[in-house]
């Protein structure tokens, strides 16, 4: 085993991912939907995986033990990039992460981090795995991780196969292809409060509208990707909105409801709609969070970061260009402890 640390860049679904297939296997993690990502600069994890003693996880300097949920988390998923090439025990690892952004409010922190925790330790036990088959391990860590593998434009098509060989990301476009901006809006502080695969079953089990949802999407995922090689922003951004309050309209139909939006979310929103109104031209979508992400072009990012940041309750905005691949790197030099 080596040292190797990967840095993966954060993404935000423009057409959105809610729900799990339930037929096949869960451990394969396979989504009910396809999705259509933009992978964000700056937005990122930073994941070095070293042989230890014993495993040990630090994230943002904090050290987690086994038990915590943070740790075995990653400890199980250290686990299944392991046994996808070996049938012996794995080794002990330090696993040392550093968030670029805030953990677990909505704003994919388990997509850069599982994709970086993928790629870091993929290397470290010295795998030759292809990115396809690194993009479906970090899918089983977190559905949104998949593609998060590269930068520019990434779809994750959902599939048919039981395996879950044919649910595989791919890159559709690199960054330089369009200079959009993902304006991140926060709307409240602190973690989210129902944990997306949670959310998820609750849909699929409680919500008159899951099924409604999970049809209509395919052709939502289609004419996204045509938007997105026109660079057709109207187009693009009609439908990202769609996706996007379809997936919340199903969360809030759900017993009990799903409501990540607080009152912040909304406001935003209406101050977006407004610009718009006035010509200048951004689409708003929201994760299982608060906070709104708004798409424009980059051009437009400086003014519509102005209002939408005046808006009362907004605790914090992040103008961000669409991102790079993931990367990782091994240290040669470092021996087993
Ligand atoms: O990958 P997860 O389990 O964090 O779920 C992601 C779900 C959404 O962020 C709401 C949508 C998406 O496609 O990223």
Same mark, same amino acid.
């Given at each position: *085993? ?15 991912? &809610?729900?799990? #297939?339930? /037929?096949?296997?869960?451990?394969l993690n396979l989504p009910a939907v396809g999705s259509l990502s933009m992978t964000?600069?700056?937005? @990122? ?36 990039v392991w046994a996808s090439a070996h049938d012996s025990e794995r080794p002990g690892c330090e696993v040392t ?7 677990? %409010?909505?704003? +994919? ?29 970090? #899918?089983?860590?977190?559905?949104? !991780? %998949? ?19 044919? =649910?595989?990301? #791919? ?28 959310? *998820? ?10 099924? %409604? ?11 996204? /990707? ?17 996706? =996007?309050?379809?997936?919340?309209? =199903?969360? *809030?139909?759900? @017993?009990?409801?799903?409501?990540? &939006? ?6 935003? *929103?209406? +101050?977006?709609?407004?610009? @718009?109104?006035?010509?200048? /031209? ?5 994760? !299982? ?6 798409? =424009? /072009?980059?051009?437009?990012?400086? %003014?519509?970061?102005? @209002? ?12 961000? !260009? ?16």
């Open positions: *085993m080596k040292r190797a640390r990967a840095v993966a860049h954060s993404n935000i679904a423009l057409i959105k991912y &809610w729900g799990k #297939r339930t /037929e096949t296997d869960p451990e964000l600069d700056e937005l @990122r994890t930073d994941t070095q995986v070293a042989p230890a003693p014993r495993d040990r996880f630090v994230l943002d300097g904090k050290a987690y033990e086994g038990d915590a949920p943070e740790a075995s988390k990653v400890f199980a998923h250290l686990d299944r992460s550093t968030n670029h952004l805030p953990t677990a %409010a909505g704003l +994919a922190s388990s997509a850069s981090g599982f994709a970086a925790l993928t790629l870091a330790s993929a290397a470290a036990f010295e795998l030759d795995h292809g990115d396809v088959e690194l993009s479906a391990l970090a #899918r089983r860590g977190s559905g949104s !991780a %998949a593609r998060s593998l590269w930068g520019g434009f990434v779809r994750l098509d959902a599939g048919n196969e039981a395996d879950g060989s044919d =649910c595989v990301a #791919r890159p559709l476009l690199p960054a330089s292809h369009w200079d959009l901006r993902l304006l991140v809006v926060h709307a409240a502080k602190g973690p989210k409060s129902v944990g997306s695969t949670e959310g *998820m079953e609750r849909s699929r089990t409680t919500s008159p509208y899951y099924q %409604a949802w999970v049809d209509t999407s395919p052709a939502d995922l289609d004419a996204a /990707e045509v938007a997105l090689a026109e660079r057709n922003l109207l187009a693009l951004g009609q439908l990202m909105e769609h996706s =996007c309050f379809k997936m919340h309209a =199903c969360m *809030m139909a759900s @017993r009990p409801p799903l409501v990540y &939006w607080r009152g912040t979310t909304l406001d935003v *929103m209406h +101050a977006l709609w407004q610009a @718009r109104a006035e010509g200048l /031209e951004g689409y708003a979508t929201s994760d !299982a969070g608060p906070h709104v992400k708004v798409l =424009c /072009e980059a051009k437009d990012a400086p %003014a519509l970061a102005e @209002r939408l940041g005046a808006v009362p309750g907004v605790t914090k905005l992040q103008s961000v !260009a669409v991102g790079p691949d993931a990367s990782v790197q091994v240290d040669e030099a470092a021996a087993n402890p």
